[in-house]
C-alpha cells in the first residue's frame, strides 16, 4: 500500500526529506507557509562545510555525495576552495589548530603565516592569522533547497506553497496535518519547521529543543573577492548552548558575489542597520571591504538545537510522527544526509539513526 506522507517544512530538511520519500513511491505533499527556501535554507552564507563534530561527520559524507548526482541545474563544486579560520590574536587560534589537527586530520589543517599568507590569501590585512582547512565549497544560498524541491515534484510530491500546516494526531498516532481549515490525513508526517517546528506540532510551551538564532548577511560585490571561504575563529562555541559573542566575521563568494556575516542573537536583529557594521567590522579582516556597497541584506533564523545537534526521527510519545531539523549553523553542509535517513526510518527501512541525534531523545512534546 502506498504510504501518504505529509511534510511541513520547504528548506533543505523538507524539500531534500520530500523527493527521498516521493522517489520511493510515497505520496507526498509538501507544506511550505511562504515560498520554497523563504528561511534559512535561502539565505544562508552558501558554503558546504565540515560540521567539525565526529558525531555529525558522517551526516556530510553523505550529504557531499548526494550533492553531487542531484541535477535540477545544482552544482556542488568538485573540490573545496578551502575555508581559512582567522584571529588577530595568534594564541587562541593556534590552540585551536592543534586541537583540529589532532581531532580532524582528513581536514588536513595547515598553518599559514607570513609570505606564505600572503602568497594563499592576498586579500587578507597585515597581521591577520589564519590556518587553513580542506573543506567549503561555496554555492548559491537557495540553489541547493530549490534543486530538492524540483526534484521532489519530478518524483510526484505536491508542493504546496503559502499554506501553513500544522500536526494532527489523535489517540498517540498522527492523523495528518490541518491546512487551509482541512485536516489533510496521513499516515506519516515529517515536521521540518525549523526554529517554528515546537509551534508546528502543537507541543507545549517548555518543549522547545529547537530555538532561532538570527543571523544578518550582507551581499557585496569586491573587485578582487577572497578565494577561500575565510571565517573568523570561533563559530562553533557561537552555535552550542551558552553562545558567544553575537557576530563573528565570515565572507563566501559564489559567482562574483561575497556573503559578508554574520550575527548570532535570539532575537530577529535590525538587518539594515547592522549590515554595514558587519562589512566594516570586515574590513579588518578583509581591507578591500573599506567602504564596499551592500547590494543586498538578508536576514533569517539558524534552527538551534538545545544541545547542539540535529533532531532526527521518530518522537517520543507518538507513532507516524518524525523530525528533520536542528541543524543550527549546518544545515546546507549536513540537510540532504539527514533527509535520507529520516526518510528511510518513516518508510520503516533498517535505518538506525545515532542515539545523539534521535528527536525522541527529547521526550514528548505534550504532556497528555
Ligand atoms: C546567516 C546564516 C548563514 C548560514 N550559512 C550557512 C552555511 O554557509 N552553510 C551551512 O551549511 N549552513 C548555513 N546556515 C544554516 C542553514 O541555513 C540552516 O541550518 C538550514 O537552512 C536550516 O534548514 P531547515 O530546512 O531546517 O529550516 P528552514 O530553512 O528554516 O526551513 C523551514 C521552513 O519551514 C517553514 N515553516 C515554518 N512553520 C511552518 C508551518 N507551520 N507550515 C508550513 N511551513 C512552515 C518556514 O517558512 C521555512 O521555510 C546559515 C544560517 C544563517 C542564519
Redesign the pocket.
Known amino acids: 500500500m502506498t504510504a501518504v506522507v505529509a511534510v511541513?517544512?520547504?528548506?533543505?530538511?523538507?524539500c531534500a526529506t520530500a523527493a527521498f520519500l516521493a522517489e520511493a513511491g510515497a505520496a507526498v505533499t509538501l507544506?511550505?507557509?511562504?515560498a520554497i527556501?523563504?528561511?534559512?535554507?535561502?539565505?544562508?552564507?552558501?558554503?558546504?562545510?565540515h560540521p567539525m563534530d565526529p558525531v555529525l561527520e558522517p551526516l556530510h559524507e553523505t550529504s557531499l555525495e548526494l550533492y553531487a548526482g542531484l541535477g535540477h541545474g545544482f552544482a556542488l563544486p568538485a573540490e573545496p576552495s578551502g575555508i581559512l579560520v582567522v584571529a588577530h590574536d595568534a594564541a587562541p587560534l593556534s590552540a585551536d589548530f592543534t586541537a583540529l589537527q589532532a581531532r580532524f586530520p582528513v581536514l588536513a589543517p595547515e598553518w599559514l603565516e607570513g609570505t606564505a599568507l600572503r602568497a594563499a590569501e592576498p586579500t587578507l590585512a597585515a597581521g591577520v592569522c589564519a590556518y587553513r582547512l580542506a573543506t567549503g565549497r561555496p554555492v548559491p544560498p537557495a540553489a541547493a533547497?530549490r534543486a530538492w524541491a524540483e526534484r521532489a515534484r519530478a518524483a510526484g510530491a505536491r508542493v504546496v506553497e503559502g499554506?501553513?500546516?500544522?500536526l494532527a494526531r489523535r489517540d498517540g498516532r498522527v492523523e495528518g496535518v490541518r491546512a487551509g481549515g482541512r485536516l489533510e490525513p496521513a499516515d506519516a508526517v515529517v515536521v521540518?519547521?525549523?526554529?517554528?517546528t515546537g509551534?508546528?506540532i502543537g507541543a507545549r510551551p517548555e518543549w522547545r529543543p529547537v530555538i532561532a538564532?538570527?543571523?544578518?548577511?550582507a551581499q557585496v560585490r569586491l573587485a578582487a573577492p577572497p578565494g577561500h571561504t575565510v571565517e573568523q575563529a570561533g563559530v562553533e562555541s557561537l552555535t552550542q548552548p551558552g553562545g558567544g559573542p553575537a557576530s563573528l566575521f565570515s565572507i563566501?563568494t559564489v559567482g562574483g558575489a561575497s556573503a559578508v556575516?554574520?550575527t548570532f542573537t535570539p532575537e530577529e536583529p535590525d538587518a539594515e542597520a547592522i549590515a554595514p557594521q558587519l562589512v566594516e567590522r570586515g574590513a579588518g579582516f578583509v581591507p578591500a571591504l573599506r567602504g564596499a556597497a551592500i547590494e543586498r541584506v538578508?536576514s533569517?533564523?539558524?534552527?538551534l538545537p538545545a544541545d547542539g545537534r540535529p533532531l532526527l526521527g521518530p518522537v517520543a510519545g507518538i507513532q507516524g510522527l518524525h523530525l528533520?531539523?536542528g541543524?543550527?549553523?549546518?544545515?546546507?553542509?549536513?540537510?540532504p544526509g539527514s533527509a535520507r535517513l529520516v526518510a528511510e526510518g518513516v518508510l520503516g527501512g533498517s535505518v538506525t539513526i545515532p542515539p545523539e541525534l534521535a528527536a525522541a531523545r527529547f521526550g514528548a512534546p505534550w504532556s497528555d
Open positions: 511541513i517544512g520547504g528548506g533543505i530538511a523538507g507544506y511550505e507557509r511562504e527556501a523563504a528561511g534559512a535554507s535561502g539565505r544562508n552564507s552558501g558554503v558546504v562545510q533547497t499554506e501553513a500546516a500544522v521540518a519547521a525549523g526554529p517554528w509551534a508546528a538564532l538570527w543571523g544578518v548577511v563566501v556575516g554574520s538578508r533569517c533564523a539558524r534552527p528533520a531539523t541543524h543550527g549553523a549546518w544545515g546546507i553542509s549536513l540537510g
